[in-house]
């Protein structure tokens, strides 16, 4: 990770310029230009209050930053999710700190409010003097009436009332401060306080507090891995995006930022997708974090019991989320529209989210924790219904918009579903059926390697049955202990997938549109996560030396701040797609852990391995 000065260039800042800050409940992306350029708050799935990402003049922004800013720099604040902007004028430097505040005594790992409701932005001039740009304009406007302490700004598009508070006097809430060095601009944003917490302090006494809640929770981060400041980073990144008051977790906290600049593959992730959550909680449990896939799981069985079905995505509610619609106001990322809002994904169907349950309830279990009687109804439920389901077409784990078709992943999490319910059945006495379950999977793995075999290509392709196309996503099944990553299958599978969808620098793409038609006909870029699944499957199959390699140049795309966008541009390796992925992040930790058990050894999965004999 670099912290290089950069110049700040006009218009719209690359993607991968932007650190992200929040509180569990809601985030803000700060660019390094100064501005907050999209945040949501009280929720993650709440309309924007800034969003000039999308729209640089009409989106609305929270702009601190000195007049004639020539360059810039990030870095987070060690081990936390409090972020530092650095930024030089011809005049001096400017040292811009923010942070969502968090209350003294939070813990993290806990499933409770974390945060005060605030976000607080502190500028000290370090160097020389500079006349300091303030700006707070929310998108579509805000209505000012000054306070003692500040500002009250009403916000009818998003139906918010906040307070502007600062250090110094606002003469307005768009206005210019001289300041010389050593000395501070202290800001506050609040929206809302959880009720019965009394008022915590602000400022300095806040962002200190804020450090030590962080720090207190990534002590529990392993350390014994390769680049586990990296690793470190990912794992704050997935907390951020974790709804701390009930385990969901979002995909990413942004919308609309797109996997093909100019193109319309622009969708809304800030919701939780099943499958996504799952590899979190398992990525995090993996390096010291268990407690997030107990709230998972109970947010997940909860939501699935209120539709009498597991959705794909649901809000952080654990209802559907809002329905696709398209924001004609908005000009999109460097002119990428439509801007979406709500996704249309929570209507599909994708029999993965049956395994993802299941393999969460046991690698859970494995860790010590109970399964009680409703709940172990509940997954006999979802494991009956995968018994079925992968005989029937589904979207897939890419969500194509065209007919369903039989994919061979969502088959194998089905496979998934029925071998955890076996195992769980009996390692832990419970009742049910699982030699029925067992055999059941046993002769779903077989028929993918039949039936997804394709001579030609020899690999296994996306889906059941002929005329399938090279599919990425099954690399994950080794992980998923569907197939060993050094059956001879599985190694061919592999290699296609790595002459056929490389795209050069260690990239993959999930699959190419042309073979396997998703029902959008534009290109897009390399999925992050796919090439974190290379690696294990090279580490699987004995190539350390290899999986290494990629693994160092994987992480040689990280973000300055150490930030993965879903897409990597191949052509000048740009980000694309939503920021920041937390699928991204779940590969780069999983990768890690492998990596060090495989250097040392030692199983990759020592918690649960005992549980496959």
């Known amino acids: 990770m670099g912290n290089a000065w950069r110049p700040v260039p006009e218009g719209y800042l690359p993607i991968e310029d932007h650190g992200l800050i929040g509180d569990g409940r809601g985030s803000a992306l ?69 942070a969502f505040l968090l209350n003294r005594g939070a813990h993290l790992e806990h499933d409770a409010p974390a945060g005060t409701g605030e976000l607080i932005r502190r500028a000290c001039v370090i160097h020389g003097s500079v006349r300091l740009r303030v700006k707070v304009h929310p998108r579509g406007g805000g209505h000012f009436v000054r306070e003692h302490s500040g500002w009250q700004m009403t916000c009818s598009r998003q139906q918010l009332t906040l307070q502007l508070s600062s250090s110094r006097a606002l003469p307005a809430a768009d206005c210019t401060l001289t300041l010389s060095a050593g000395e501070e601009l202290w800001l506050a944003v609040r929206w809302s306080r959880p009720r019965g917490q009394p008022q915590g302090p602000t400022g300095r006494d806040g962002i200190e507090d804020t450090v030590r809640v962080w720090r207190r929770w990534t002590s529990q981060v392993v350390d014994d891995v390769p680049r586990s400041d990296l690793v470190r980073r990912s794992a704050i990144t997935l907390k951020l995006l974790d709804h701390v008051q009930n385990g969901a977790i979002v995909a990413a906290p942004t919308s609309s930022l797109p996997e093909c600049i100019g193109g319309d593959r622009n969708w809304d ?66 002119g990428s529209v439509p801007v979406r809002w709500g996704n249309a994904a929570a209507e599909q169907v994708q029999h993965d989210v049956y395994g993802e349950i299941l393999d969460c309830a046991f690698q859970w279990a494995a860790t010590g924790a109970r399964l009680d009687s409703e709940l172990w109804d509940r997954l006999v439920t979802l494991a009956e219904h995968a018994r079925t389901a992968w005989e029937s077409p589904d979207h897939g784990i890419w969500e194509v918009r065209t007919q369903g078709r039989p994919f061979t992943y969502s088959a194998a999490m089905c496979q998934v579903a029925l071998d955890r319910a076996a195992r769980l059945a009996r390692r832990l006495h419970l009742p049910g059926d699982p030699d029925t379950w067992a055999a059941e999977a046993r002769s779903l793995t077989g028929r993918i390697l039949r039936d997804a075999w394709d001579e030609r290509m020899n690999a296994l392709t996306e889906h059941l049955g002929p005329g399938g196309g090279l599919d990425a996503s099954l690399l994950a099944l080794p992980l998923r202990r569907v197939l060993p990553a050094d059956h001879p299958r599985m190694v061919a599978t592999t290699q296609a997938i790595t002459d056929r969808l490389g795209a050069g620098g260690g990239l993959l793409y999930r699959y190419l549109p042309r073979e396997s038609p998703d029902g959008i006909n534009q290109p897009e870029g390399a999925f992050v996560l796919c090439s974190f699944w290379l690696v294990d499957n090279l580490a699987g199959q004995g190539r350390t030396d290899q999986a290494s ?10 973000s300055p701040l150490g930030l993965f966008s879903e897409q990597i541009d191949p052509a000048d390796c740009s980000f694309l797609g939503n920021f920041p992925q937390g699928l991204s992040h779940v590969g780069l930790i999983s990768s890690a852990v492998i990596l060090a058990r495989t250097q040392r050894g030692v199983r990759p999965e020592l918690s649960t391995h005992a549980w496959f004999d």
């Open 269 to 334: 992730y800030r919701f939780a997708w099943v499958r996504d959550a799952a590899y979190a909680v398992f990525a995090l449990r993996r390096i010291g974090l268990p407690m997030e896939a107990g709230g998972f799981l109970s947010w997940v069985l909860s939501a699935a019991q209120r539709d009498g079905r597991p959705r794909v995505v649901y809000d952080i509610d654990g209802r559907p989320p809002a329905p696709e619609v398209i924001d004609e106001q908005l000009e999109g990322y460097r």
């Open 549 to 558: 390699e990629l693994f160092d140049t994987l992480c040689s795309y990280a």
């Open 30 to 98: 700060v660019g390094r230009d100064g501005a907050v350029s999209f945040m949501c708050v009280p929720r993650f799935d709440s309309p924007p209050l800034f969003c000039s990402l999308l729209d640089r003049h009409n989106g609305g922004n929270f702009l601190l930053s000195p007049e004639g800013v020539r360059e810039s720099r990030q870095h987070y604040v060690e081990d936390t999710g409090v972020l530092v902007t650095e930024l030089r004028s011809d005049t001096g430097i400017v040292e811009v700190t923010d």
